[in-house]
């Protein structure tokens, strides 16, 4: 059965920094594009980060970037995102996808798999 489970989520304060990990099983996964979503209270699901098959591409959010780093270890099946400079706004349950393509896309729509989710939340 394809699976996905995040870790790594937390109660932190702003300006730590916290890694999501993500363990994916049941699926090749070294030959599709990995992401990382998350969704505040109120919010829609919002695009954080995604990487190529070979982990030589990443795409980043741009509210999020240069603070967000996303890497993959295929003989693991792991994805991890390090979150640094953490902000009250970065508050949000995070979740791990994957698509079924090697394209890297942006938009939720393009993912298949999803994690249950891992709840980040920043204190002032």
């Known amino acids: 059965q394809v699976q996905l489970v995040e870790s790594g989520g937390g109660l932190v304060q702003a300006g730590d920094s916290l890694r999501l990990s993500c363990q994916a099983s049941?699926?090749?996964?070294?030959?599709?594009?990995m992401g990382w979503f998350r969704q505040a209270p109120g919010k829609d699901r919002e695009f954080v980060a995604a990487?190529?098959?070979?982990?030589?591409?990443?795409y980043t959010n741009s509210a999020v970037k240069g603070r967000i780093t996303i890497s993959r270890d295929n003989a693991k099946n792991t994805v991890d995102l390090q979150l640094n400079s953490l902000k009250p706004e970065d508050t949000a349950v995070y979740y791990c996808?994957?698509?079924?393509?090697?394209?890297?896309?942006?938009?939720?729509?393009?993912?298949?798999?999803w994690g249950q989710g891992t709840q980040v939340t920043v204190s002032t």
């Open positions: 990487i190529s098959p070979s982990g030589t591409t990443q």
């Open positions: 049941g699926r090749n996964y070294s030959i599709v594009v």
């Open positions: 996808a994957s698509s079924g393509s090697s394209v890297l896309y942006r938009t939720a729509s393009a993912y298949d798999r």
